[in-house]
Nanobody, 125 residues
Framework: QVQLVESGGGLVQAGGSLRLSCAAS????????MGWYRQAPEKQRELVAV???????SYADSVKGRFTISRENAKNTVYLQTNSLKPEDTAVYYC???????????????????WGQGTQVTVSS
């Protein structure tokens, strides 16, 4: 079926950068929205950034000017370039897709609110 595979997390010093990637695999026809959420210990999951198939983007205020989201529609892949990282950016980052159309045994189906397994980002001070 459909899988989301994330990569790029790790440990970095404050001020450093990481590039997160999330690739959707399967018999995918299209994906309406792709994005990233994050969840820090004992905090609620929060939206980091989202990008539509047309390229419109939205960011959390806390990451504006530091993070950049992009996607390659032909590869069904979304990226999150994180710069000037701060200790408060430490969290598990989850890839998110919505409005994903895919073929299952020849039948076109739609998947909404689908999440990846998460990748840990740790920023040391």
């Amino acid at each position: 079926q459909v899988q989301l595979v994330e990569s790029g997390g790790g440990l970095v010093q404050a001020g450093g950068s990481l590039r997160l990637s999330c690739a959707a695999s399967g018999s995918i026809k299209s994906i309406k929205s792709m994005g990233w959420y994050r969840q820090a210990p004992e905090k609620q999951r929060e939206l980091v950034a989202v990008i539509t198939s047309g390229g419109s983007t939205s960011y959390a205020d806390s990451v504006k000017g530091r993070f950049t989201i992009s996607r390659e529609n032909a590869k069904n892949t979304v990226y999150l370039q994180t710069n000037s990282l701060k200790p408060e950016d430490t969290a598990v980052y989850y890839c998110y897709v919505d409005g994903l159309e895919y073929y299952s045994y020849g039948v076109l189906k739609t998947m909404n609110n689908y999440w990846g397994q998460g990748t840990q980002v740790t920023v040391s001070s």
